[in-house]
């Protein structure tokens, strides 16, 4: 097992802001009074749950594809990627709810090769028909040996904003992070056909530390194993 470099405080910084002002908002109404403030002192509480990022050890082996998010699998099928031309893939899909840390993370080395937006709808990230119609952000990526791995972050019923911190032409390692969705919604991971998926329908999962699956033997891995 390894710890991938992580140059980030335990609590993302994405919530930095809204802990800020549960905290002052809580201290003044606490001045006020203390029994109305327990309402402002809970929430303030789910907050800084909500926005830890925790380190976690990536486990190591040619192939193997980490998971982008903590949750519950919820989706494992054969599939269209719509994001890179349209190719055959394996999907495999990561619900998040409001208790899940939502910190993404790369699932394989690779150079970015696009990022796209997509405003849409908000359906709740555990239903199948959120893939293609929820705002999201879709994030393709070209491993060294050719294989092309894509990674959709896809925002749910009470999440309202998707933030991808990735550039076009930055090589990302696996367990990087890369973004942050608040608040509930998933991720889809769209992986060349011939991959083997390691988690099946219900699975508890957790970024960096579980693998997806693992990809198929590229051309060039037979080619140097002959």
Known sequence: MRIPPYPHPLIAREGWPILAGALLVSLLVTWWSPWASVPFWVFTLFALQFFRDPAREAPEGEGLVLCPADGRIVCVEDAIDPYAGGRPALKISVFMNVFNV????????????????????????????????NERNAMVLDRADGQVVTA????GLVAKRILCHARVGQALYAGQRYGFIRFGSRVDVYL??????????????????????????SIGDDASAA
């Open 102 to 133: 939502h910190s993404n993370r790369a699932p394989v080395d690779g150079q970015v090769r696009s990022i796209e937006y997509f405003p849409g709808k908000f359906f709740n990230a555990s239903l199948d028909k959120a893939s293609l119609e």
């Open 152 to 155: 959709v972050q896809v925002a």
């Open 192 to 217: 060349p056909p011939g991959a083997r998926p390691r988690v099946a329908l219900g699975d508890k999962v957790k970024a960096t530390s579980t693998v997806l699956a693992e990809l198929p033997v």
